[in-house]
Every structure is written in structure tokens, then in C-alpha cells.
């Protein structure tokens, strides 16, 4: 599975940004995954962002919640990430994240850097 995301740069306090990750790959036609960002600031771990399953359940990261909303487009095998009221401790790389839990498979992109200026 190749996975290219975009979307990512630089914004305002209060600003939106929306990430994009489209998803490539014979295995996503015969499997349910799920698709979701996650976001790794320095210095600290890596930490979810949200994750959206095959049927459509979405689960947010506590700092993100009521501001971030992730959605997918099933037929593009793409998932997108609209931010909202954006903070600086926002700024961070975003990765995009494809599961496949019935493979035991896993993959990441290559990042999109997100940053924030207060």
C-alpha cells in the first residue's frame, strides 16, 4: 500500500488547514481498514490525531476533539483531515496511517508538516 498525503504548511492561531491521504493498492480491494492521522511534535511521541474505520466509526484524540474532523472517501480510498480553530501546540508532523487489521498490516506516509504561528 503507497499512501500520499498533502495539504500540510503553515497558519495562523484560529486558522484551518484540511489534509488529504489517498491510499494505492491491490490489497484495499478485498479488505476493511482503517485510515487515520496521527501527529508527532519534537520532542515528543507520536500521537493520534483521529482514525476513521471501513464503516465509518471515527475516534479523535482528546486535544483535537470538537475542533478536528476526519472523513473518507471509501470509492478514492482517501481520507481527509479538516482542522479547525488550529492552535500552536497544533504544529507537529502529521502522518497518515492505513490498517488493516485482517493482514496484520500496517503502513505509514511520509509526513506532512503542520505549523501553527501564535
Known amino acids: 500500500v503507497q499512501l500520499v498525503e498533502s495539504g500540510g504548511g503553515l497558519v495562523q492561531t484560529g486558522g484551518s488547514l484540511r489534509l488529504s491521504c489517498a491510499a494505492s493498492g491491490s490489497i484495499l480491494r478485498s479488505a476493511d481498514y482503517a485510515m487515520g492521522w496521527y501527529r508527532q511534535a519534537p520532542g515528543k511521541q507520536r500521537e493520534l490525531v483521529a482514525v476513521?474505520?471501513?464503516?465509518?466509526?471515527?475516534n479523535y484524540g482528546i486535544s483535537v476533539k470538537g475542533r478536528f474532523t476526519i472523513s473518507r472517501n471509501t470509492a478514492k480510498n482517501t481520507v481527509y483531515l479538516e482542522m479547525n480553530s488550529m492552535k500552536p501546540e497544533d504544529t507537529a508532523v502529521y502522518y497518515c496511517n492505513v490498517n488493516l487489521p485482517a493482514f496484520y498490516y500496517e503502513t505509514w506516509g511520509q509526513g506532512t508538516q503542520v505549523t501553527v504561528s501564535s
Open positions: 476513521i474505520t471501513g464503516r465509518g466509526t471515527t
